[in-house]
């Protein structure tokens, strides 16, 4: 569980060879970093008098800033959960026609398993993004900026998770599986561009 | 020490209403991920017989990208202990006029030594951000991603850290003082826009 590693620790095993973890659980704990940011602005707006009028809108962000925080969390060990199974798949023996076909069909099952996580990781990462909107406009301008950091957080991991999809996808061969999750990317992207900019300008304008 | 933290224990604090760990340490702790990922593709690059023709380049890449990591791992904390600093200042009593002098005086202080940690940081990750084009064009295909999500982290943290300048210098009234920084920012950000995108795409190239 890396929620009980330290970062030193996790930064290392991170900058060693070893294939886990990997850029997929960066993304997730670029996430939760971002989701925690979030929480912490809501956390200094509600039950603040002047902030009373914002206030059930600070205290809903809260806590879906802080749901998010631990799936991303849980997200960091899943990823390198079902890397770790896709690495042992493809470190099966492919010495006779029925190893290879084993090997073959394990890679392809758990491909489309090691795709999953990256897809829950850029939807979690884009659910995040969008509270960030709504944060820089009611959050306490005292800590305003971490929102703009938040959506920055938000922003990398999405796009992040969606790298370690492309590479994923790129291994498996049931075309209707890769066209599904080639539609659900392009759903989570469309027309979201400019958020991180307009929220950007929101934020730098309560500096 | 935040590198002997856990990450659970990091993202409650961050969470919470306490002013630290703040959106400048997140800052660093993104550039010490990208700068860890760098080292991680390094590894799995040198000492391989088929990349031997860009072994020197990696080995560079390596040893500049660990210590990268190591200076941005203590940027996580310094930041913290600057904005403490500086916080206590704000908390001092402002009863008198000595004590109103006082109290300014040392926030302008402060401030001006909680700008240079971000600018650190700043620097840090555009230098980083420098390595992921070598990266991208030296480093092992197989572990390619990452080095795309290196680049996203040091992008995130480069802006996160700027924003964290943006806003100490907003409480700065030294104007030469606040002109140099504006001057130090500009250099890093001048012509760099599409840095990030052109290494994506040598990434995406390589999938």
């Not at 603040?48 to 205290?59: G, L, N, R, T």
């Not at 659900?184 to 300008?201: D, F, P, T, W």
């Amino acid at each position: 569980m890396y929620a009980q590693t330290t970062i030193g620790d996790f930064l290392d095993r991170l900058g060693s060879k070893a294939s886990t973890p990997g850029g997929g659980s960066v993304a997730a704990l670029s996430g939760a970093l971002g989701a925690a940011l979030v929480s912490m602005v809501c956390n200094l707006t509600v039950g603040k008098e002047k902030f009373k009028d914002v206030e059930p809108v600070a205290q809903r962000l809260l806590n879906r800033a802080d749901e998010l925080r631990a799936e991303l969390t849980k997200l960091i060990d899943d990823d390198t959960k079902v890397l770790g199974d896709l690495m042992e798949a493809y470190g099966l023996p492919r010495n006779t026609d029925e190893e290879k076909q084993k090997r073959t069909a394990l890679i392809q099952e758990r491909s489309k398993i090691a795709c999953g996580v990256p897809i829950r990781i850029a939807r979690a990462c884009n659910h995040l993004r969008n509270l960030t909107v709504e944060g820089a406009k009611v959050g306490n301008p005292m800590a305003i900026s971490d929102i703009g950091v938040a959506v920055l957080m938000a922003e990398a991991g999405l796009h992040a998770a969606l790298l370690n999809v492309d590479i994923n996808i790129g291994a498996i061969k049931d075309a209707a599986f890769v066209e599904g999750v080639k539609q659900q990317v392009a759903q989570m992207v469309a027309g979201r561009s400019e958020m991180k900019e307009s929220v950007l300008a929101e934020v730098k304008s309560k500096l």
